[in-house]
């Protein structure tokens, strides 16, 4: 990668931004393969969905949605999921997925965080204003 962006690396396999990055089916084909690596591990370790929640951090739901790769979960989740393990995030993700189309799949589950984040603060807001907006108990 060194320095590169995105539409540098694009730009040099022959691709354009849009053409990277519209592929959904290799998004969900990634996310199926890294539930897979993850149900793998957690088996070797002898460990239920619920103990590599709880020994991760998150929730059951967050495992299971994980495993059936139904959910694109965020970088953080992975992280914690790798630490539970003792391995680097990197290990999570198949052999043979080229560094680029790791960048890019943690470059797409980082905009989540960033879209999950406004929606958080959004919601914080409304939060605020209904209490100030309610009678206040004395």
């Known amino acids: 990668m060194g320095g590169q962006t995105k539409d540098n690396r694009c730009a040099e396999r022959g691709q354009s931004d849009h053409a990277r990055t519209a592929s959904g089916e290799e998004l ?16 070797q370790y002898g460990l239920t969905q619920e103990q590599l929640a709880q020994r991760a951090g998150c929730s059951t739901n967050t495992v ?15 992280a ?7 391995i680097s995030l990197g290990d ?3 052999k043979g997925l080229t560094a680029d189309a790791q960048a890019d799949t943690i470059s797409a589950l980082s905009g989540e965080i960033a879209t999950a984040q406004g929606v958080l ?12 907006a309610l009678p206040s108990e004395t």
């Open 28 to 43: 969900d084909a990634l996310l199926v393969e890294l539930g897979h690596r993850v149900a793998t591990l957690r088996r």
């Open 64 to 78: 299971i949605a994980l495993e059936s790769g139904k959910r694109n979960v965020t970088v953080r989740n992975l």
């Open 92 to 94: 999570l993700f198949p």
């Open 121 to 132: 603060e959004k919601m914080h807001d409304l939060i605020g204003q209904l209490k100030r």
């Open 80 to 86: 914690m999921i790798s630490a539970a393990f003792q």
